[in-house]
């Protein structure tokens, strides 16, 4: 199985100059694919130009080890729960290998990349957009596996509508999909769906009790429906009833105010809950409901469940306006990286706060590169702290200059994250990571080096590269935040590893390098 660093390194140079090597397609396939959104500008690459190389790697790994990209796809959607970049690695590589005429392989990748209901439609949609109408055999029966396995009434109430450029309908149209053997039911959810989408006016089957009841939740008056949220049991009809937030709030044609969001906030996942806390606070839920969702924020079990990034719920911290939410949001981080391991020795952590890594990890959020850097530093240092060896890990951040960030004793991982953030301006924006080394490593066991690897030309120390100041026999781990495809780290050395992503997955990962096992990738 393929190493991180099985290759020899060629040279090149970041995109600020600095001295870089690349790495075999493999390594570049996977680092960027674990911190790569599809369709987004990041400091250093345009959307495009990302994309494209995103495709070329993927076309080049699919065709000559395909048994590896399955996996990798397999692992990426269903573990690091890249969403986009899964669909893209499995179109790409059904492309691939037909231009290559290569067999085989086409009609698991992508089912394996479709593990939520909507995800067929995205596969169509991006397949269609890229490569016209006509679907090959192993698109259409790859999404046929998807659909047998996906759909299901809830997930038909809650992502079939007109908004999609691919409704359950189309893909079925498309797909010809065959009900599964041990759902009996599904056969009528399809004639249903395409009944739905070609407007035929046919009643709900007796075999989908969750859409007829939603049926007649709409076809209530409208000046009726705001009293189903205040009846008692209507918090119930609403869940039965498959009614998300998100149909709430058509349905009732009107505003979502607090007796709405009571109703609807016992059926919501916890994504949802994470995203609405300021809706919440705007409407004046009550406290009792508040504490309601906290307590499901603080139950591990939900937390991993919900497989949600770990930077989620950072983003939640920050966007939440009141201060009830704290503790519970965490516990639910602290649920989430969990994986952070407990580290043996003295641990050097740098973190790069240089201008690039101020860039939003997607135009929707409002969490940086410098934020997913300050989550992983924090957490390892605070994991070092809660074990009593709050000496062994030395926190330092680094552009121009170094500061070193001492932890609150017993203090917030949220709070300390947001403290080390902002910072970032004490020493300039440049990235000069060898300086940074040459300036604060002293005899440590391992260094962590949390950035974006595209560091600068050294100021003090000119062609020198960090095994000039690091030992060959210490361990050097570097986070890759944004997997450009020149690095500062060069792979294929001994003690040198690369790894990256925004999922609890990078600690895991981590965990096993720091263990001296020499592991192969996870998957």
Known sequence: ?????????????????????????????????????????????????????????????????????????????????????????????????????????????????????????????????????????????????????????YSFAKYDSDAKGFRFGDVIDLVHPAAAADKPWQGELFRHALDRRHNRDNPVPEALPKLAKRAALLGLPVAERRGVLLAEGGAQRLAEAGMTWEALAGWLQGPMDQAAWEAVIPSMGLMALARNLRNFDEAGVADAVAWRVCSRFLDAGQVGRSRMLPYRWLSAYKAAPSLRWGHALEGALGHAIAGVPELPGRTLVLVDTSGSMTGRVSARSTVTHLDIGALIGVALADRAAGSGRADDVDLVGFADGVFRHELTKGGSVLRGIEAFAKRSGEVGHGTRMIDAIAATYDRHDRVVIVSDMQAFPYFYHQNKGADAFIPDTVPVFGINTAGYGPSALPPGKRNRFEIGGFSDKVFTLFGLLASGDDPALPF
């Open 1 to 153: 199985m393929a190493k991180f660093n099985k290759t020899a390194t060629k040279t090149a140079k970041t995109f600020e100059g600095g001295k870089a090597y690349k790495r075999d397609p493999k390594a570049d396939l996977f680092l960027l694919a674990v911190t790569n959104m599809v369709g987004e500008d990041t400091f250093y690459e345009s959307a495009d130009t990302r994309d494209e190389r995103y495709r070329d790697l993927v076309h080049a790994v699919a065709v000559s080890d395909p048994e590896w990209m399955l996996r990798f796809v397999t692992w990426l959607r269903a573990e690091a729960n890249m969403r986009s970049a899964a669909v893209v690695a499995a179109c790409e590589s059904v492309r691939a290998r037909l231009d290559a005429e290569a067999s085989g392989y086409g009609r698991q990748l992508i089912a394996a990349a479709c593990q939520r209901a909507d995800e067929p439609g995205e596969v169509l949609a991006y397949w269609t957009g890229r490569y016209g109408r006509a679907l090959p055999k192993p698109v259409k029966r790859g999404v046929a596996d998807a659909v047998a396995h996906l759909y299901n009434e």
